[in-house]
């Protein structure tokens, strides 16, 4: 049985199990296509199927997007990695715990080691203080939003190690600051646009083709309601707003804030693992997938380069994917990785938060992939 037998069986399965209700999953080798499959409900309650061209929440399947827009940016001249984000953006002064004012560059939000982390407790906070993560509805401009981190002190030293963190929501701000419009002006200049990924927007493009969101249930997955937050001791506690998407008011938010289809991020998946053209160089695609953050102390066979994790021990990452694989996912659930040294490049969305991303289901097709039955 071939990869795409055993991942189209999976994916059978993982629906008739109502692991999650809705799925698309695209396996390319070598740039050709070895499954294109949809699979279960986009609305199961009014029995809409999942199409191809169904579009989905991106949650954090937004960062490449918003980092490859970056690297197109430095390799126009805009900026460099060695600048300093609060020259472009005076409002964003994080400080130390010890009260000092650090020096963090755009490399330092590009990979995760600014100091700044994820911290559900911040969307808690009372209301003038809140901090909205990009999930959770909000009026608020980027700048009313984020500043608000400046009273809260970075987790470590900038460049001391590596923390998952909203620090692509800083480099959104800085795009656009730097760009003079908004992000997504940007993203559509410098990515998008070049790569025709015309679903790929902090809008959604046709809303009878968005998927709806659905959330884990104690038996199956259950529509998600607006506001929800996961049950006490999930790997993301902070609230999700499927209404969001909507509010054309809600800040553009860089690491969790866009929706569009499966084949927008393969096709910008897919344009960094051969060689980066239209939009960058060999070079800054090489890079892209490289480590960036050398030995510094981060998630466990995990290293770190600019659009998402590197695995450098299978084991401790616990994956059956091969070290020098790069890979990332959004809360909504969606994942994807690239393969080099194999060719491959393999897009997961589903409609089901979290297991869609963190449960065991995306394990489940990356076996189908490289554990043969």
Not at 53 to 58: G, K, V
Not at 116 to 132: C, G, I
Not at 274 to 291: D, F, H, R
Not at 297 to 305: I, L, N, Q, S
Request: hydrophobic share 45%; glycine share 10%; proline share 7%.
């Amino acid at each position: 049985m071939g990869i795409a037998e055993r991942v189209g069986r999976a994916v059978d399965e993982a629906i008739s199990e109502e692991q999650v209700v809705g799925a698309v999953v695209l396996v390319y080798q070598d740039g050709a296509p070895l499954l294109r499959k949809a699979a279960g409900y986009a609305d199961r309650e009014a029995q809409i199927p999942v199409s191809l061209d169904t579009i989905f929440r991106y949650a954090s399947v937004t960062k490449p997007i918003v980092a490859a827009t970056a690297l197109a940016m430095i390799e126009a001249g805009s900026f460099r990695t060695d600048d300093a984000v609060s020259d472009f953006l005076p409002w964003f002064r994080p400080r130390t715990a010890d009260g000092r004012e650090p020096r963090i560059t755009v490399h330092h939000l590009l990979t995760h080691t600014s100091g700044l982390v994820y911290d559900a407790a911040l969307e808690s906070l009372p209301p003038e203080r809140a901090v909205s993560l990009g999930l959770s509805n909000t009026d608020l401009t980027l700048e009313e939003n984020f500043s608000r981190c400046n009273a809260v002190p970075l987790a470590f030293e900038p460049g001391g190690r590596w923390a998952y963190s909203h620090a692509t929501d800083i480099l959104g701000a800085f795009i656009a600051a730097v760009h003079g419009d908004t992000l997504e002006a940007a993203a559509i200049h410098h990515v998008t646009g070049p790569l025709r990924m015309d679903d790929a927007r902090f809008h959604v493009t046709d809303p009878k083709r968005l998927s709806i969101a659905y959330a884990d249930g104690m038996e199956r997955p259950v529509r998600m309601p607006d506001p929800w937050v996961p049950a006490e001791g999930a790997e993301w506690r902070a609230p999700f707003s499927p209404g969001r998407i909507f509010n054309q008011k809600a800040f553009q938010s860089g690491g969790a804030g866009m929706a569009g289809t499966a084949g927008d991020i393969l096709t910008l998946l897919e344009a960094f693992r051969q060689g980066g053209s239209p939009i960058v160089s060999p070079e800054t695609a090489a890079a892209a997938l490289s480590n960036q953050i050398g030995d510094v102390a981060g998630d466990p066979g995990m290293r770190f380069g600019y659009l998402g994790g590197i695995i450098s021990d299978p084991a401790l990452a616990g994956t059956c994917l091969p070290a020098g694989a790069i890979r990332w996912g959004g809360v909504y659930g969606g994942t994807w990785f690239i393969d080099p040294a194999r060719k491959l490049t393999v897009v997961n969305l589903t409609n089901t938060a979290l297991e869609g991303c963190m449960g065991l289901y995306p394990e489940r097709i990356r076996r189908a992939i490289y554990v043969e039955a």
